[in-house]
């Protein structure tokens, strides 16, 4: 299971959410790349960025930055989410050298074109689920829909996903733990791998989502807890490895 360092840009600065309200954002860096290259440091194996704008406006905003942080980093895979609506935003972060796209709203009101864009890329689309009370959310999470998660999670079996990263939005920033029975039962609903996020504080999380990773969980995306100093990345990374 991997460890995977977040950064969410935000007006080109690193920022974390509070269940994803823009409005209740932390600024931890104005050096997006210095960020990245403090996880690259501390041996991370990928980084997993947002563009918060570009998922609001359905747009990427914060492309540049991301382009600036693939090309300082053209061995590390790299996965974006954030404002990817379309075939040729994808290209874009492809030929930019980033290894996987996050497709989210798109997914959720246009299931089809997931398996369009894997298709046309095989191998580097990654499906962004974010559920509140089990519900799909889009928009940034500004709305949440009437689809339930697992529900949407199978329709892509067939499609060449490459992954799922599965958010619960309650626990996002908010460094109450992670959904390990919501997680697993993502896992378990379909043969895509899952990556889980949201909520992720300490040693414990990481132990509880090891525990259950041969459901079908292969990461775990880490944001305000690394920021914040309650979870050493090296670490976790090394108890998931099973080196002491």
């Known amino acids: 299971m991997?460890?995977?360092?977040?950064?969410?840009?935000?007006?080109?600065?690193?920022v974390r959410l509070r269940q994803g309200r823009m409005d209740d954002s932390t600024v931890f860096s104005d050096e997006?790349?210095?960020?990245a290259q403090r996880w690259v440091n501390a041996g991370c194996r990928r980084l997993h960025l947002v563009d918060l704008n570009g998922a609001f406006a359905g747009e990427p905003v914060n492309g540049e930055v991301v382009t600036d942080i693939a090309a300082a980093f053209p061995d590390l895979p790299i996965q974006i989410g954030g404002g990817i609506r379309d075939l040729e935003t994808i290209e874009h972060y492809v030929r930019a050298g980033v290894s996987y796209v996050i497709i989210g709203t798109r997914a959720v009101r246009e299931p089809e074109f997931?398996?369009?864009a894997c298709r046309a890329f095989p191998g580097k689309v990654i499906v962004g689920?974010?559920?509140k009370e089990g519900m799909v959310a889009t928009d940034g999470w500004a709305e949440v829909s009437d689809v339930l998660a697992v529900d949407l999670a199978r329709r892509f079996e067939a499609d060449g996903v490459a992954a799922l990263v599965y958010t619960d939005i309650s626990r996002d920033g908010m460094m109450q733990g992670v959904n390990v029975s919501a997680t697993v039962a993502?896992?378990?609903?379909?043969?895509i791998p899952v990556i889980a996020s949201g909520g992720i504080t300490d040693m414990d999380d990481i132990l509880a989502l090891n525990e259950v990773k041969a459901a079908g969980i292969c990461g775990a995306i880490t944001g305000?807890?690394?920021?914040?100093?309650t979870l050493d990345v090296a670490e976790a990374q090394r108890l998931c490895d099973g080196v002491s």
């Open 2 to 14: 991997l460890i995977i360092p977040a950064i969410d840009l935000k007006d080109g600065q690193c």
């Open 186 to 191: 993502m896992a378990e609903a379909s043969s």
């Open 114 to 116: 997931v398996g369009e």
């Open 32 to 35: 997006p790349v210095a960020m």
């Open 129 to 131: 689920l974010d559920a």
């Open 224 to 229: 305000r807890a690394i920021y914040e100093g």
